[in-house]
């Protein structure tokens, strides 16, 4: 069955410090995976997609690679603005255009 | 990038009542956009996938009575949540695939049936 573990469920930081967020994917046969930003009431803002093992893409203070069990969302020198809940989303082969998403990383920034 | 726009934001309506959330793609075609469904602190679940003239296909469990979903153009889907109840409130989700690649994301619909 595919599946989207997203790791840790919730994350505080302090303004400036570095970290982390794991995404690790089970799929047969991965077409691409997503990266999205949610802000509470709002839809999901599209951030990356990942297509290969060993690619990666950066925006502003977010870097997203990927491997062919997992990936991570670099987050560097993190502001207040960057706290959200970032999701990650898998798109199976079988499975056709659906997005399958993990349940998120919800990131608090402090100042 | 691509924007998708979703309307209403926010809808009350009274149990029994029916409520239709309009869903478009404002600078691009979208063949296949997609409907979820999303409960406070938890992530989103496909409700169905639309493809535009023909019939959505619909994810186990959810009901296709209840949750008509009509994609007529290549800019506008529709999910009429008939016969609505109060188990029914929840943040409804739009998305349209953009170049047949990557889902842009509607705003989210509120809904609340009293």
């Given at each position: 069955e595919d599946q989207v573990t997203q790791s840790p469920e919730a994350l505080r930081l302090q303004e400036g410090e570095s970290s982390s967020l794991n995404c690790s994917y089970t799929v047969s046969g991965l077409r691409g995976l997503f990266w999205y930003r949610q802000d509470p009431g709002k839809g999901p803002e599209f951030l990356f997609t990942l297509y290969s093992a060993g690619e990666e893409k950066e925006k502003e203070r977010l870097k997203a690679t990927l491997t062919k069990k997992e990936s991570f969302l670099h987050i560097t020198?993190?502001?207040?603005?960057?706290s959200a809940t970032y999701l990650c989303a898998v798109q199976a082969r079988q499975a056709g255009t659906a997005l399958i998403f993990g349940k998120g990383t919800t990131l608090s920034v402090s100042s | 990038g691509a924007v998708v726009s979703q309307h209403p934001s926010w809808v009350i309506c009274k149990s029994g009542t029916s409520v239709k959330i309009e869903c478009r793609s404002l600078d691009f075609q979208a063949t296949t956009m997609f409907w979820y469904r999303q409960f406070p602190k938890q992530s989103l679940m496909l409700m169905a996938t639309s493809n535009e003239g023909s019939k959505a296909t619909y994810e186990q469990g959810v009901e296709k009575d209840k949750f008509l979903i009509n994609h007529?153009?290549?800019t506008l889907s529709t999910l009429t949540v008939t016969?609505?109840?109060?188990?029914?409130?929840s943040f409804y989700i739009c998305s349209a695939l953009y170049r047949g690649a990557e889902a842009f994301f509607g705003q989210g619909t509120r809904l609340t049936v009293v």
């Amino acid at each position: 069955e595919d599946q989207v573990t997203q790791s840790p469920e919730a994350l505080r930081l302090q303004e400036g410090e570095s970290s982390s967020l794991n995404c690790s994917y089970t799929v047969s046969g991965l077409r691409g995976l997503f990266w999205y930003r949610q802000d509470p009431g709002k839809g999901p803002e599209f951030l990356f997609t990942l297509y290969s093992a060993g690619e990666e893409k950066e925006k502003e203070r977010l870097k997203a690679t990927l491997t062919k069990k997992e990936s991570f969302l670099h987050i560097t020198a993190p502001k207040p603005e960057d706290s959200a809940t970032y999701l990650c989303a898998v798109q199976a082969r079988q499975a056709g255009t659906a997005l399958i998403f993990g349940k998120g990383t919800t990131l608090s920034v402090s100042s | 990038g691509a924007v998708v726009s979703q309307h209403p934001s926010w809808v009350i309506c009274k149990s029994g009542t029916s409520v239709k959330i309009e869903c478009r793609s404002l600078d691009f075609q979208a063949t296949t956009m997609f409907w979820y469904r999303q409960f406070p602190k938890q992530s989103l679940m496909l409700m169905a996938t639309s493809n535009e003239g023909s019939k959505a296909t619909y994810e186990q469990g959810v009901e296709k009575d209840k949750f008509l979903i009509n994609h007529a153009s290549l800019t506008l889907s529709t999910l009429t949540v008939t016969s609505a109840h109060p188990e029914d409130s929840s943040f409804y989700i739009c998305s349209a695939l953009y170049r047949g690649a990557e889902a842009f994301f509607g705003q989210g619909t509120r809904l609340t049936v009293v």
